[in-house]
């Protein structure tokens, strides 16, 4: 007589637990076309890339830029994340994934080779933007024009 008693008690409290709630699963926000921001001098085309910018897994998605100045092609990206220190923090990554990386002081970001291409790479406030395809010194003034534009 017990053993029954003690089922239906047991099967009592369980049933008055209630279900459990199903995990939410957040999607990823979408970047917006920022297009805008990029300069007009020698701009093919443009295109929002939904994660992975170039590639990497550390980068989120952003807007690349693809530029053509006679022979000389190059690109241009932005991607703008929560908080100035979130992309700050990127910025680490991008060091260990350049060959020969070494710091640009005047923009507290790096320069260095990925897959043979050169790379500039820069946070902005909220922003991480660079350069790919150009030597340094060309970069340079493509990155401070890119820069202007970020707010």
């Not at 992309?87 to 990925?114: C, E, N, Q, V």
């Not at 820069?122 to 933007?129: D, E, Q, V």
């Not at 660079?130 to 970020?150: C, F, N, S």
């Amino acid at each position: 007589m017990r053993a029954p008693l003690l089922i239906a008690l047991a099967f009592f409290l369980t049933s008055c637990n209630p279900p459990p709630k199903p995990v939410a699963t957040i999607e990823p926000v979408k970047p917006h076309d920022e297009s805008r921001r990029f300069p007009t001098a020698n701009l093919v085309d443009s295109a929002v890339v939904d994660k992975q910018l170039l590639g990497k897994p550390f980068m989120p998605g952003g807007t690349l830029a693809h530029y053509k100045k006679g022979k000389t092609e190059y690109e241009m990206f932005v991607a703008k994340l929560p908080t100035a220190t979130d992309a700050a923090l990127i910025l680490p990554d991008w060091r260990k994934a350049l060959t020969d990386s070494k710091l640009i002081p005047s923009f507290g970001g790096y320069f260095g080779r990925d897959a043979d291409r050169p790379v500039f790479v820069f946070s902005k406030g909220p922003w991480i933007a660079g350069i790919v395809g150009l030597t340094e010194k060309d970069a340079d003034p493509q990155a401070r024009a890119l820069a202007a534009k970020l707010d």
